[in-house]
């Protein structure tokens, strides 16, 4: 099978390119680098001839609503655009668990990415996922005002991303299913938890107050809106397992 991967340089999308290569499948990861832009629609037509499967795996570092909505809705246009020229018979987006509980910039645009999908000429398939279990490392690095790192109040049920791009995969392979099944890890986690523990673990001692965002968005992570549904088929590396994987500082 023919697989393209876009975002296949990030966190998931690295992940689908190894898992998708192990099973035997030829891997075309959609970047400048390889002479595809995304975002214009330069190179796509050519990229993605004889593709059987596009994964989309994109992610943008914006928290403005516009700019998010702006980013997905004209990547995820010219994939499908130039995947229905092209003959794909199947696109994968990768979404968010929650992501139409919470109001929240980027989940606005990942929102437009869902509905960009929907409307399009492709069979589809959107998978929600969880957080990542490096989630705490990211927001560590975000939560600081100089020297002092502050832990997010959220609830939270992360996922091994290597569980994620293995579901993607299993996806591409199984045909296009529209609203798959939500994925999440196995057990609910704290946030301020799980920040505090990599912090310890990777040699990051120091104070580090637990705080909450205020807002809509504040409460959504607080109140379990973006924990997943009964329905949702979960994984089975904790985060403590993922951190106990981790080199130590």
């Known amino acids: 099978m023919e697989i393209a991967v876009a975002g296949g340089t990030g966190i998931a999308g690295s992940e689908v390119v ?10 075309r990861v959609l970047t ?7 975002r214009s629609g330069t190179g796509l037509d050519e990229a993605l001839a004889a593709t059987d499967v596009v994964i989309d795996a994109l992610s943008t570092s914006t928290r403005s609503a516009g700019a998010a909505v702006d980013f997905f809705t004209e990547t995820s246009s010219h994939l499908l655009a130039s995947g229905h020229r092209a003959g794909v018979g199947h696109h994968i987006a990768l979404s968010i668990v929650g992501v139409d509980r919470a109001p929240y910039g980027y989940y606005a645009g990942k929102l437009a990415q869902e509905q960009t999908v929907l409307s399009g000429r492709v069979p589809w398939t959107i998978q ?5 279990h490096d989630f705490a490392a990211q927001t560590y690095r975000g939560a600081s005002f100089g020297p002092l790192h502050l832990a997010l109040r959220m609830r939270t049920q992360p996922i091994s991303v290597v569980e994620v791009a293995t579901r993607l995969v299993d996806l591409a392979e199984a045909g296009p ?3 798959a099944s939500d994925i999440a890890g196995p057990q609910e986690e704290q946030l301020v938890d799980m920040m505090r523990s990599w912090a310890a673990h990777t040699g990051r001692a120091g ?3 637990a705080f909450s965002l205020p807002g809509a968005f504040g409460r959504a992570i607080r109140d379990g809106s973006i924990l997943p549904d009964g329905d949702a ?5 904790t985060f403590a397992d993922w951190l106990a994987a981790q080199p130590r500082g």
């Not at 929600?128 to 990542?132: E, G, I, K, N, S």
């Open 233 to 237: 088929d979960l994984g089975t590396v």
């Open 128 to 132: 929600r996922a969880t957080q990542f």
């Open 18 to 27: 190894r898992v998708a290569q192990q099973r035997g499948h030829r891997v």
């Open 32 to 38: 400048r680098g390889n002479g595809v832009d995304v």
């Open 177 to 179: 299913a529209q609203r």
């Open 207 to 209: 104070w580090m107050p």
